[in-house]
């Protein structure tokens, strides 16, 4: 599978951006991961894409009620809508999909995009 992000950028404090992530063949799960200086890669959000199943979504605590990551499984394509956005959103992002094989679920990533909140 391969993945390519667009979107991000430089957005003020309580701004807005949006990122999206096309994906090459359909998958399991898609999400978005991000990793700011010296500090682990964290789970943003992320949606089943599974086309015969509603949209099941999760957020990382610090992103809920800010974040809304939605599907088009038309397009094998997710979006991340990022409101009010604080400077610690500042990081890499990070696109990820998970697909079954064989022998067992396979993860893939796509290039990073950086976001940063600052005034």
């Known amino acids: 599978v391969q993945l390519q992000a667009s979107g991000g950028g430089l957005v003020q404090p309580g701004g807005s951006l949006s990122l999206s992530c096309a994906a090459s063949?359909?998958?399991?799960?898609m999400g978005w991961y991000r990793q700011a200086p010296g500090k682990e890669r964290e789970l943003v959000a992320v949606?089943?894409?599974?086309?015969?199943?509603?949209?099941?979504?999760d957020y990382s605590d610090s992103v809920k009620g800010r974040f809304t990551i939605s599907r088009d499984n038309a397009k094998n394509t997710v979006y991340l809508q990022m409101n009010s956005m604080k400077p610690d959103d500042t990081a890499v992002y990070y696109c990820?999909?998970?697909?079954?094989?064989?022998?067992?679920?396979?993860?893939?990533w796509g290039q990073g995009t950086q976001v940063t909140v600052s005034s």
């Open positions: 063949e359909s998958t399991l799960t």
């Open positions: 990820n999909a998970q697909q079954a094989t064989p022998v067992g679920v396979r993860e893939y």
């Open positions: 949606i089943t894409t599974v086309r015969t199943t509603g949209g099941v979504t």
